[in-house]
Nanobody, 117 residues
Framework: QVQLVESGGGLVQPGGSLRLSCAAS????????MGWHRQAPGKQRELVAR???????NYADSVKGRFTISRDNAKNTVSLQMNSLKPEDTAVYYC???????????WGQGTQVTVSS
C-alpha cells in the first residue's frame, strides 16, 4: 500500500504556472506508474500525465507541451510542472499510484487548481 499527499494547488491567472507535488509514504522507485489526473465540475476524471518506473511518460493531448511530469525517487515525490495555464485547466488534481500492472490504484485526496483572471 501507499499513501499519497498532494500539495501546490491554488489560484493562478491565465498564462501562469503552478507546480504540484505528490509525496508518497514509501519508496516509489519500484512503483509501476504514478500519475496526475484531474476532475472538473460535472466532468469525468481524466488522465493528465503519467510516468512509469523506467521513466517513460504519457500526456493528455490537451496538456502536451505545457505540462511536465517528473519523479524524484530519492525524495519519494512526483511533481507536475504546469505552464501556460488556461481556464479549462481548472479542476481538482489527484495523484495516483499503480503498484504493478495488475495492481489496484491508490489516490491522494486532491488539490484544487483554479485558473482565472
Amino acid at each position: 500500500q501507499v499513501q499519497l499527499v498532494e500539495s501546490g494547488g491554488g489560484l493562478v491567472q491565465p498564462g501562469g504556472s503552478l507546480r504540484l507535488s505528490c509525496a508518497a509514504s514509501r519508496s516509489i522507485s519500484s512503483i509501476y506508474s504514478m500519475g496526475w489526473h484531474r476532475q472538473a465540475p460535472g466532468k469525468q476524471r481524466e488522465l493528465v500525465a503519467r510516468i512509469f518506473s523506467g521513466g517513460h511518460t504519457n500526456y493528455a493531448d490537451s496538456v502536451k507541451g505545457r505540462f511536465t511530469i517528473s519523479r524524484d525517487n530519492a525524495k519519494n515525490t512526483v511533481s507536475l510542472q504546469m505552464n501556460s495555464l488556461k481556464p479549462e485547466d481548472t479542476a481538482v488534481y489527484y495523484c495516483q499510484a499503480k503498484l504493478g500492472f495488475f495492481a489496484d490504484d491508490y489516490w491522494g485526496q486532491g488539490t484544487q487548481v483554479t485558473v482565472s483572471s
